[in-house]
T-cell receptor, first 120, second 114 residues
């Protein structure tokens, strides 16, 4: 199947700093990327959906100015957590869907390995 | 709005036995897709199996099969011959074809006992 990478896999930062997480589709063109947040033992909560070259669509309750999403190319999307606080500590997962030889099921989402953010 | 219900927060199964993980869904979208994912303790989401709403036959992938009952709006995952490595959290998800995004259930933690 198609591969999505995420970087970094974990990050620890001080309160008030900004953190950028990258999500890359390695062997297919990601027309749509999704960003999720997951607390321990809980489900994935969709934060936003982004289409290449367009502004991200945020889910209700997600602060656009807090979680900046950029999807500048068909292989890269970034999530920037601005002025991070301890309550932003969580597991952030990106996923992508798109087209390419490695995409067998249309609309299948391919997930990155996740980024564990800890804000001190 | 879509809703996915996984009624089993935790399940135990003996190694080599089969286990069924329940999933019911509620969607108004006439065309949708149902996915199951496995999430081990490492956190990575692993795709297991997919069922399209118009597929006539139940999907199978190796030891995984999906018991799709459209009228009941259920899409249960059956894992045959459980292995210790199957211990993980399992999520059912429904793709809204029109919106292009998926809704996830709360997950079921499966523990395989030796």
């Amino acid at each position: 199947g198609a591969v999505v990478s995420q970087h970094p896999s974990w990050v620890i930062c001080k309160s008030g700093t900004s953190v950028k997480i990258e999500c890359r589709s390695l062997d297919f063109q990601a027309t749509t990327m999704f960003w999720y947040r997951q607390f321990p033992k809980q489900s994935l909560m969709l934060m936003a959906t982004s289409n290449e070259g367009s502004k991200a669509t945020y889910e209700q309750g997600v602060e656009k100015d807090k979680f900046l999403i950029n999807h500048a190319s068909l292989t890269l999307s970034t999530l920037t957590v601005t002025s991070a606080h301890p309550e932003d500590s969580s597991f952030y997962i990106c996923s992508a869907k798109g087209t390419g030889p490695s995409v067998a099921v249309t609309d299948e989402q391919f997930f990155g390995p996740g980024t564990r953010l800890t804000v001190l | 709005a879509q809703k996915i219900t996984q009624t089993q927060p935790g399940m135990f199964v003996q190694e080599k036995e089969a286990v069924t993980l329940d999933c019911t869904y509620d969607t108004s979208d006439p065309s949708y897709g149902l996915f199951w994912y496995k999430q081990p303790s490492s956190g990575e989401m692993i795709f297991l199996i997919y069922q399209g709403s118009y597929d006539q036959q139940n999907a199978t992938e190796g030891r995984y099969s999906l018991n799709f009952q459209k009228a009941r709006k259920s899409a249960n995952l059956v894992i045959s011959a459980s292995q210790l490595g199957d211990s993980a959290m399992y999520f059912c998800a429904c793709l809204n074809t029109n919106a292009g995004k998926s809704t996830f259930g709360d997950g079921t933690t499966l523990t395989v006992k030796p």
